[in-house]
């Protein structure tokens, strides 16, 4: 039993010949790109919801193609296509121009393409954040002669984020485990880092076992962070229980 605790310590160890270091620098990997892809996803999706309330017809079409659209294709395919389909494409266009050919790296896809699809579920989770708004406070911050940003900075934002943050922490929750998907484009993040050891030492059971538990820190650690913000949005407010 000994022999066999030690052999999996050596294993799940951050010094080579273990794989523990490659695996903690997949999680880091995992969680800069659900950060980046986050934050991406937070300014989309605050300018898609505004657009949708602005009243402009066309615009709130448009807006309500790319949610549509971005909501039912798989992540995958949008990933696999901006990377190759969408990398080729440019590199044509460049060419048409006479431009150097660029290459577009796994992590900067993934970011694209993650932002890109958070800022169409985060476009519909801010704008029913601002429809529970009362009509009565925006109608006010206009008497009081606020112009647009203001009267966003000073209502709509303190407002909307009690009711939009337990959206926005699922989408969090969603976009952790969706950079998963990157390891299509060769990049290695978590779930290709887990895949390799597993490979090399053909211990796949304790190293996906391994990463089951990263993640799973993550995420509770990502809990505690989302609390405090509520908590800290919701301040003043009354509780239910």
Known sequence: MATAQQGILDLLSPYPPGWGGVLLTGAVSTIAISACAFAIGLLLGTGGALGKLSGNRALRLLLDLYTTVIRAVPELILIVGLYYAGTDGLNRLLAALDLPPV?????????????????A????VLRGAILAIPVGQIEAAKAFGMGPMLRFRRVLLPAL?????????????????DSALVAVVGYQELALATRLAGASTKHYFIFFLAS?????????VSNVVFK??????????????
């Open 103 to 119: 290459n577009v790296n796994g992590f900067v896809a993934a970011v694209a393409v993650l932002g890109f699809v958070q800022g």
């Open 121 to 124: 579920y985060m476009t519909e």
């Open 161 to 177: 984020l009690p009711n939009a943050l337990p959206g926005l922490a699922n989408l969090w929750m969603s976009v952790t485990k």
């Open 212 to 220: 089951a538990f990263l993640y799973l820190a993550i995420t509770l």
């Open 228 to 241: 405090l913000i509520e908590g800290r949005v919701r301040r003043g407010q009354p509780r239910l229980a």
